[in-house]
């Protein structure tokens, strides 16, 4: 992953869940409410960007029998909720993941660094194999008749997360290079 | 600037390569040979049979100085064959790619086709039944043979039938396209091309659902040049996805292994102080 | 809250990722993401003042962790604003190969024929007149195109910048679409050898007949 990868940067704009274990007077405004301090088990959304090192930022015990915290402690996004978990283990094709996340896996693989979530994981992986072969298929009709982003390939589309997005590109690459190849051979 | 294209060959560098595949041809006319950087052409005599790259091929073709003979798996008996097999012998997998050619040694004893072969084929090779008397599997005295597809001849008169060569799809609508007048019953080899297209397409398309569980990708031995190309962005595509999602668990797994190995390691150096 | 106006520089970017042409520069945005840091860091200021130096995290946590958000949200807007410029950067360079210069990244009327050849105006983008590239990104063309010509100039018989289909046929037909004054090549005038017109046929004087 590099420092200028546009997709990285979008899904450390993803938002989780974070609650705060400290009052704060500064920081009413990530709240919505600026003239007020933000009070101490307060549950906010906050981006990737900020929530994890909020969490992972230990701070000093303030007497020596407490345990050293974190500022936030995190919890999981919506996005991979029990819910939508169960969805994708009854069938992965019928979720628009889309309307989830925009980067549903990008999403699921950060939050996987910091939660030991084997049952996630399993699902993530069956989910994302099961969808890529109706990517195929849907991408290899879509190359071999030119119909890219219009009408029924549309329509798939815009289930699409954007790891998704980027297979079907290269999928319906694929196959309209051999397809242009094909045509290109009756002509000549 | 990065090169703007894909990794590995795109389909239209795919094609310009296949054009260096030999093939055989029964010229019209009389041709000397031509001296060329990867060797010389054989001196045209009709009407006797002879190799050509296929672009010279095509190109002798096109002027009306030569016929193409079409390799063997391109008759419509060799494509059912094959079909037949991609459908009910072995559903799950690519039908097998040639095997390595066999010649005889003249005391009818078979042997690897060897390097020293060049361009001029046809003679003392047991009249073209080699290769299905060896069976599919490899002859375990072949272990000794360079050539190997796609380097391999897979494309002239001498091709075994049943076995698709590694550009079978490009060689076949190539010929098609330029040649259909020297193909017996081109309509027919054409709607077959195509049933055997979409079977392999298919395969190609559910090549990646073992990933899920741990498994592999579907064995890829006997896909041909172009499917690759075609493919190749989308299977590396899914490879990498699963990849990217296991590598949390994947990493504390090797932790794990790591701390139990080093216990095992405590344990039996206390043992060593006893 | 902080680091919005970075996010949208950022989808900016991934949208230009997607597109044949390059979308005007957002001066605007960029400067409000400008403004937006320097606001943070006197926030920081003005936090850090009471204490005149010695503050310890330890002593007051709540503004220890306002400090660290302020601080990514600085961070952040950092990164959104280097890696929508780098996008930018990245996709000119890719246009300069294809042959661009900056007259036509511009949108400028291309002069004649003293512009060198790279002009492939009848391609330029959308609207006309309207200037796309900040000062600087012209700026960054027009020395990126003298090093690209630089470059290329070391070998007189490969055209480094030509097209990577492999080709059909030695030869092609063309058509004359525009005047381009007499050619003459090794072989003639409509049947060509494709490497000796495939500047011209990128240049729309040419048009490659199948």
Redesign the interface.
Known sequence: MS?????A??T??EKVPCKFE??????G??DNNPAQPLKSGTTIGL?L??AE??AL?N??P?TADEDAKS?VSLNLPPALSNEVMSALKADPRAVPLRDQSHNF?GL??RM??LF?E?EI?AV???T???R??D???H??KAGATDDMGVGAGEEFLRGLEE?ER??FK??H???K??K???E????? | MALPL?SGL???EV?FLCEMEMITIVPRQRLESIPMLSGNTPALRPPRRADLPLWLALLLKKQRRANIVPPPWLLPASLQEIIHIETNVDPQAFSPPPPPPMRSDGRGIARPYAVTTTTTTSSGRGGGGYGNANGRDEDPNTKELILAPPFLPSCTQDAPSGYLPYHWLEIA??LL?HAADDIPNAPEVRALLRDLQEVR?AK???S??H???GGGVLNLRGVGA?EL??????V???VD??R??????EA?RREEELERGDDGGDESDDDMEL | ?H?DLG?KL??Q??RT?NLAHLPPYQTELVRAVTREVRDLDKDVAA?LEPFQGSFH??DD??????L??NH??MR?NK??L??YH??RTDKLEKLVWKGYDVVDLAGQQVGDGSVNAGGASNVANGDGSMNNLSPQEEDYVRQYSDLLAAYKGQWTDIDLTGSLEPP??LFIDVRVLKDAGEIQTEYGQFYVRQGDVERLIAQGYLQKL?
Not at chain 1, 22 to 27: A, G, R
Not at chain 2, 229 to 234: D, I, L, Q, T, Y
Request: glycine share 10%; proline share 4%.
């Open positions: 420092y200028y990868d546009i997709d940067i979008l450390d704009a400290l009052d704060v007077p500064e920081l405004y990530l981006p960007w900020l090192l909020l930022a701070r000093v303030s500022f896996y699921g693989t996987l660094d030991e084997k994981c993530l992986r069956r994302f194999v099961t890529a072969a990517i195929a298929l991408a290899g790891w980027k297979l290269k999928a690459d694929g196959a290079g051999t242009e190849w094909m290109g051979v009756k002509k000549h | 894909p795109v389909p239209a094609a609508e190539t396209a397409a190609m398309r559910g990646t659902q990933l899920e569980g172009m190309a075609e493919s190749r962005g989308f590396l595509g899914v996805g699963v990217k999602l296991g590598a949390s668990i504390s | 809250m680091g996010n950022v989808q970017a991934k990722q936090l995290p330890t946590q709540a503004v220890a962790c306002t660290l958000v990514l949200s952040r990164r959104c280097l890696a780098h996008t059909r046929d199948s």
